[in-house]
């Protein structure tokens, strides 16, 4: 049995894909405050979202549940500030859980080379 729970590859990069959706609903909630009801592509939009998350958290334990949106149910920004503080606390809840990967990422990430100063010709420079 193992002492850490698996995460594979692509789920990774399904988790970054949400997250960064998620960080633009954040932005749109709580910096630019729009007024007025949101359009079919709004909803259809955040729909896209809960279904992903939905695909995403549903094999976890304890993660929130996610229900879809229907086109013809009224979404206030209320409820888009709602969905979006759930989302992100799901998420925050992913990443503690799986927090190992991210060490691990950090301790291996490959040493950056810089390329040599060229003078105007082309070659490397004297002055370096």
């Known amino acids: ?8 590859q692509r789920r990774i990069y ?12 954040t932005y749109v909630v709580r910096f630019n405050k729009p007024a007025g009801p949101l359009g079919p592509q709004t909803v ?3 729909d896209n979202i809960i279904r992903r998350a939905h695909r995403l958290y549903i094999r976890e334990p304890g993660m929130p549940n996610f229900t879809r949106l229907f086109p013809d149910e009224p979404f206030t920004m209320a409820d888009l500030a709602i969905l979006v503080s759930r ?12 927090a190992h990967y991210r060490a691990e990422h950090l301790n291996k990430a490959p040493k950056r080379v810089l390329a040599p100063a060229l003078d105007a010709d082309g070659f490397p420079s004297k002055h370096m």
């Open 87 to 98: 989302l992100t606390a799901a998420g925050l809840m992913f990443e503690e859980r799986y």
């Open 44 to 46: 259809r939009a955040c």
């Open 14 to 25: 399904v988790y970054n894909r949400l997250q960064s959706d998620v960080m633009a609903l």
């Open 1 to 8: 049995m193992r002492s850490k729970p698996f995460l594979s």
